[in-house]
Nanobody, 121 residues
Framework: QVQLVESGGGLVQPGGSLRLSCAAS????????MAWYRQAPGKQRELVAD???????NYADSVKGRFTISRDSAKTTVYLQMNSVIPEETAAYYC???????????????WGQGTQVTVSS
């Protein structure tokens, strides 16, 4: 089993900052790309940012310059630093990882349970 556990969500005022974390654990041989997605009520899930195992990052246009994705040296924890947030970014934020399990040659998609971010004054 592979688990992705997110933390750091909550209520933040417009213009404020929040840092999300997501730790991968379990039967993991290797983690490749890790990403953050978000889904607002009534909307489709969308990619916020991702980071490859060699540190290459990619951002949605709407968050460029405000959000920063990073991962730890063990490459099993990913962070999302969110600055200058706006109310429209209220959503459930989900962590995703491409995982290779021990004893397997097939990459798997793993998802976290989601953490709620509410931007409101």
């Amino acid at each position: 089993q592979v688990q992705l556990v997110e933390s750091g969500g909550g209520l933040v005022q417009p213009g404020g900052s929040l840092r999300l974390s997501c730790a991968a654990s379990g039967n993991i041989f290797r983690v490749d790309t890790m990403a953050w997605y978000r889904q607002a009520p009534g909307k489709q899930r969308e990619l916020v940012a991702d980071i490859t195992s060699d540190g290459t990052t990619n951002y949605a246009d709407s968050v460029k310059g405000r959000f920063t994705i990073s991962r730890d040296s063990a490459k099993t924890t990913v962070y999302l630093q969110m600055n200058s947030v706006i109310p429209e970014e209220t959503a459930a934020y989900y962590c995703h990882a491409e995982v290779l399990k021990y004893g397997s040659s097939r990459w798997n998609d793993a998802w976290g349970q989601g953490t709620q971010v509410t931007v409101s004054s």
